[in-house]
Each structure stands twice: as C-alpha cells, then as structure tokens.
C-alpha cells in the first residue's frame, strides 16, 4: 500500500520561500521517479519539477526555472520542493506523486505517475 504525504505549505509574501516536503512509503523510494504538480482553481493540473530515481535526471517547468529547486533524500524517502522568489501565481494546490513504474523517466508528464499525496496548498499575496 502505497502512501504519499505532503507537508510545509501555507500562506507567505510575494517574494518569500517556502519549502514542501513529501514522503513516500510501500515503495522502493530510490526506484522512482519523483515529482512535483500544481494545480490553481480552475486551471488544469501542471508539472512543476520531477526527478530520476537517482537524481541526475530533473525537469523544471519554465515558470520555475531559476526559482524553483527540487531535491530528494533517499534515505529518509523524503522529497523536497524549495521554493525562492515566490510570486503569487505560484499560488495553488501542489501534489507530490511517484512515477507509475520503478526506474522509468518522464519529465513531468502526469500519465506517468501513478502514486499521488492529498495536496499542500500554497498561497502568495501580493
């Protein structure tokens, strides 16, 4: 039984950082790919930034780039989403999810993960 947990959103300025955590259980963590999604009232859910198994691999949606870094420890089977330079349309629901199939890679693309966490939600005034 696999269960995904997120943790460490909530509510900051526009400009600030706020780092999400997520860990994964019932799985071989270091075998999956990882990742982050969002998804904002009304919008489609998105890929914000996935990792290999190993973590040479990492997708980082463009609007993102250079903010965002993601990060996993395959120790504690934790994955991390820091997030710098926060501007209020990053505000939405984001979902940590494992890919659906160990040692496979797709850049963030949502069919390919089979395993997702409730949601943390992350807001950023203006």
């Not at 903010?67 to 349309?89: A, H, V």
Request: charged share 15%; with cysteine; hydrophobic share 35%.
């Amino acid at each position: 039984h696999v269960q995904v947990v997120e943790s460490g959103g909530g509510l900051v300025q526009a400009g600030g950082s706020l780092r999400v955590s997520c860990t994964a259980s019932g799985l071989t963590f270091n075998d999956y790919a990882m990742g982050w999604f969002r998804q904002a009232p009304g919008k489609e859910r998105e890929g914000v930034s996935c990792t290999s198994w190993s973590s040479i691999r990492t997708y980082y949606a463009d609007s993102v780039k250079g903010r965002f870094t993601i990060s996993r420890d395959n120790i504690k089977n934790t994955l991390y989403l820091q997030m710098n330079s926060l501007k209020p349309e990053d505000t939405a629901m984001y979902y940590c999810a494992a890919a659906r199939l160990p040692l496979s890679w797709a850049p963030c693309r949502i069919l390919d993960f089979g395993y997702w966490g409730q949601g943390t939600q992350v807001t950023v005034s203006s």
